[in-house]
Nanobody
Framework: VQLQASGGGLVQPGGSLRLSCAAS????????MAWYRQAPGKQRELVAV???????TYADSVKGRFTISRDNAKNTVYLQMNSLKPEDAAVYYC?????????WGQGTLVTVSS
């Protein structure tokens, strides 16, 4: 299984970005697709996760600002990020977990700065 993330970039505080992550290969179902992030000097943390059935969980720090969604037909997960703050800056990684195996994408950099 391969995960290809895209959509990162530079945005001003208060702005929006949409991340995408497409999975390919022999994908086990049901599964969880998630976004994690890692800022410099910090541990990787869970941002949001969505099951193939549609159940979602968010980190408290992004609730009300970020929305995770997925297109099961395209094996793609999205992260809509609104009202971005400087503390949201990080490398964002997509993750797929299913069949006792976890896969990671390559990461996409989000920079929030004026």
């Amino acid at each position: 299984v391969q995960l290809q993330a895209s959509g990162g970039g530079l945005v001003q505080p208060g702005g929006s970005l949409r991340l995408s992550c497409a999975a390919s290969g022999n994908i086990f179902r049901p599964n969880l697709m998630a976004w994690y992030r890692q800022a410099p000097g910090k541990q990787r943390e869970l941002v949001a996760v969505m099951s193939s059935g549609g159940t979602t969980t968010y980190a408290d720090s992004v609730k009300g600002r970020f929305t995770i969604s997925r297109d099961n037909a395209k094996n793609t997960v999205y992260l809509q990020m609104n009202s971005l703050k400087p503390e949201d800056a990080a490398v964002y990684y997509c993750n797929l977990a299913g069949g006792l195996t976890t896969y990671w994408g390559q990461g996409t950099l989000v920079t929030v700065s004026s």
